[in-house]
C-alpha cells in the first residue's frame, strides 16, 4: 500500500484494535477506575495533591506499558504476517497505532480520573466512619503549577509523557519481547553512559574528578539554566526540547515500520 491516507481504512482499523483487544483493555481500564476511586480516600496522606501524583504514576507505567507494546502484534509469527498484509497504507498503521497511545490513552485516563473521583465523592454517605473516607475535592484534582514552576501540571504532564511515549514507542518496533523492561534498561544505560562521561570530561578538563569542581560546574550550568529559562526567548525550551526528542523517535520509529513492511 502507498503512503496515503483514507479514512475509512483508518476507521476499520481502529474497528479492528477495539474488536480484538476490547478484553484486554477494558480488564486495564477498570482497574484504573478503581485505583483512582479507592486510594486517593484509603490511602492517609497529609499531602493535599495526592490524587494528582497518584493520577501521575498510574499515567505514566500505564501509558508507557501501552507504548511499548502496541507494535508487539507484528513481532510474534502468528500475527505478524497477518498484520503486515492487511490492506491498508503503512502510513495508516503507523498513525493508528500513535493515536491510540497518544491521543486515545491520555484521553480516557483523564475521563476516568474525574470520572472516578465523582463517583467516589457519592459513595461517602453509605460509607462506614472508621474508614475515615475523605471527599475529594472534584474542582482541584490538578495543581496550577508544577513543583513550584511557572509550568502548569497539565502541561508539564503530558510534555513529560509525549517525551517518554516517542521512545517506549520506538522501543515497541525494536525489542521482540519484552520491551517495556528493555527500553527502561536501555534508558538507565543511557543515563550511566552519560555520567560516565562527564567524568571522563572532568578528567579531561582537571587531570582529575575533583568532586568540588564538578559540583561547581554544575551549579553554574544550573544558574545558566534558570536564567535561560526565565527569558522570553527560552520561556518553554522544555517543550521545544521535548518536541526535538518526540520528532526524533518518531521519525526513526516510522522508519523501523517501514523497513518491517518491506
Not at 495526592?50 to 499515567?59: G, S
Not at 507504548?67 to 498513525?95: C, D, N, T, V
Not at 465523592?121 to 511557572?150: Q, R, V
Not at 521512545?167 to 534498561?185: A, D, E, N, R, Y
Request: hydrophobic content about 50%.
Amino acid at each position: 500500500m502507498t503512503a496515503t491516507f483514507n479514512f475509512s481504512r483508518i476507521r476499520l482499523l481502529f474497528i479492528r484494535y477495539f474488536t480484538e483487544n476490547w478484553r484486554r483493555d477494558l480488564t486495564t481500564f477498570s482497574a484504573f477506575f478503581i485505583a483512582f476511586t479507592v486510594l486517593p480516600r484509603l490511602i492517609s496522606l497529609p499531602l493535599p495533591i495526592f490524587p494528582f501524583i497518584l493520577f501521575c504514576l498510574i499515567f505514566y507505567i500505564g501509558g508507557l506499558h501501552f507504548s511499548a507494546r502496541i507494535f508487539q502484534e507484528i513481532h510474534r509469527p502468528s500475527s505478524g504476517m497477518h498484520y503486515l498484509h492487511i490492506p491498508a497504507g503503512r502510513a495508516e498503521k503507523f498513525f493508528v497505532n500513535g493515536a491510540l497511545t497518544l491521543i486515545l490513552y491520555p484521553l480516557v485516563c483523564f475521563f476516568l480520573f474525574y470520572a472516578a473521583i465523582l463517583f467516589g465523592n457519592l459513595l461517602e454517605p453509605i460509607m462506614p466512619a472508621i474508614l475515615n473516607y475523605k471527599t475529594i475535592d472534584i474542582h482541584n484534582l490538578f495543581p496550577k503549577t508544577f513543583l513550584g514552576t511557572s509550568s502548569s501540571s497539565v502541561g508539564k504532564l503530558l510534555t513529560d509523557f509525549i517525551t517518554y511515549q516517542s521512545i517506549f514507542f520506538f522501543g515497541s518496533l525494536i525489542f521482540k519481547k519484552h520491551p517495556t523492561t528493555k527500553t527502561i534498561i536501555s534508558l538507565i544505560a543511557c543515563s550511566i553512559a552519560l555520567g560516565i562521561y562527564q567524568l571522563l570530561l572532568a578528567l579531561l578538563l582537571w587531570n582529575q574528578i575533583d568532586i568540588a569542581s564538578m559540583g561547581a560546574l554544575k551549579e553554574k550550568m544550573l544558574q545558566l539554566g534558570e536564567h535561560l529559562l526565565s527569558s522570553r526567548v527560552m520561556a518553554h525550551f522544555d517543550v521545544i526540547l521535548s518536541g526535538i526528542i518526540a520528532l526524533f523517535f518518531w521519525t526513526v520509529s516510522y522508519l523501523k515500520f517501514k523497513e518491517k513492511q518491506v
